[in-house]
Nanobody
Framework: QVQLVESGGGLVQTGESLTLSCAAS????????MNWYRQAPGKERELVAT????????RYHYSVEGRFTISRDNAKNTAYLQMNGLKPDDTAVYYC????????WGQGTQVTVST
């Protein structure tokens, strides 16, 4: 059974940092592209960051470019999202996603950034 479990969310103030983790089980994470999405209240889910399975190429949503860093530790079957300089607009539920031929999602972790 495949599981993706996010952790590391919380309530922070503007300008602070958080690191989200996504622990994968039941799959060989090194074979999967790993993504972080977020969904704010009343908005559609959007792709925040992605990292390839092959060469670790990363891409980011324009709104987080330069502030967020996605990474992966295949030996630990874990992906990360380092978030610096957090803003109130970053408030959302953050979801981990693993995609290859199959598509798996975590349950999400809440990130709230206060002014």
């Amino acid at each position: 059974q495949v599981q993706l479990v996010e952790s590391g969310g919380g309530l922070v103030q503007t300008g602070e940092s958080l690191t989200l983790s996504c622990a994968a089980s039941g799959l060989i994470m090194s074979r999967y592209r790993m993504n972080w999405y977020r969904q704010a209240p009343g908005k559609e889910r959007e792709l925040v960051a992605t990292i390839s399975a092959t060469d670790g190429t990363t891409r980011y949503h324009y709104s987080v470019e330069g502030r967020f860093t996605i990474s992966r530790d295949n030996a630990k079957n874990t992906a990360y999202l380092q978030m610096n300089g957090l803003k109130p607009d970053d408030t959302a539920v953050y979801y981990c996603n693993a995609i290859m031929n199959d598509n798996y999602w975590g349950q999400g972790t809440q990130v709230t950034v206060s002014t």
